[in-house]
């Protein structure tokens, strides 16, 4: 029920403390979080009139920014029917990545099913990644000039009016042929996914033919900073 919904979502926001955030910037110092524990994940409830509401929901959701300054940096949408429901959530970057995702979405079908969950710890910090991977320090910023991480951001307008959504999927049978495929050629599914994009995008858009096209593939650091239940923005590219 949408009232189950509204205790998971705040059940959530108790195991991952990120969910209560919002992101805090003063002229003089990086952005930084700020937790608000009594800020709730706003639900939003709409009737299901067709199978294709959640799309237009998602293409809602995609064109409206969240505002950074407020906690928290996630809302949700349910799309309820009298036999099936659809849920969306919209989560901010700057605090997941898509394995976080995932992981919220098992976490929340969890605590619907009664599971209890214990609260887990902050992400480590930005510093704390690079000094564990031994990764080299940022570049400093010269004297007299300002970094781009203290200037206040640009207020975000969508490029667009609306965002068009599509969605495809594949059966058993032909996810089985593509990863029995990439495996004998001796390269992962992400790379022949990725090559597939550029080759069709440059097939159908002039403008990907007339200037070249540079992919970054993110890599997933959780198993190197050891943390594998979070939700967290844990990259490297």
Not at 7 to 33: C, G, K, N
Not at 62 to 83: E, K, Q
Not at 147 to 169: G, I
Request: a neutral charge; glycine letters at 6%; hydrophobic letters at 40%.
């Amino acid at each position: 029920s949408f009232q189950d919904c509204e205790v998971a979502l705040a059940a959530l926001q108790v195991r991952h403390p990120l969910l209560t955030a919002s992101i805090q910037e003063f002229p003089d110092r990086a952005p930084f979080f700020r937790s608000s524990e009594q800020a709730r994940i706003p639900l939003r409830l709409l009737k299901r009139q067709g199978s294709d509401e959640w799309r237009q929901e998602l293409e809602t959701e995609a064109g409206a920014p969240i505002d950074t300054s407020t906690a928290p940096l996630m809302r949700a949408v349910m799309v309820r029917g009298s036999d099936r429901s659809e849920l969306i959530f919209t989560v901010h970057h700057t605090i997941t990545d898509g394995t976080g995702l995932l992981l919220l979405f098992r976490d929340f079908f969890d605590l619907m099913s009664g599971v209890t969950l214990n609260r887990l710890s902050l992400p480590p910090s930005i510093e704390r990644v690079r000094e564990d991977l031994k990764l080299p320090s940022p570049v400093p910023v010269p004297e007299g000039r300002t970094s781009s991480a203290h200037k206040s951001p640009v207020e975000y307008r969508s490029p667009v009016s609306s965002a068009a959504v599509s969605t495809m999927s594949l059966t058993v049978e032909q996810t089985t042929q593509i990863i029995r495929a990439t495996h004998n050629r001796g390269v992962t599914v992400h790379a022949a996914l990725t090559a597939a994009l550029v080759m069709g995008g440059y097939h159908l858009s002039g403008s990907w033919r007339d200037k070249p096209v540079r992919v970054f593939s993110p890599i997933n650091l959780r198993e190197d900073v050891g943390m594998h239940e979070g939700v967290a923005l844990v990259l490297g590219a």
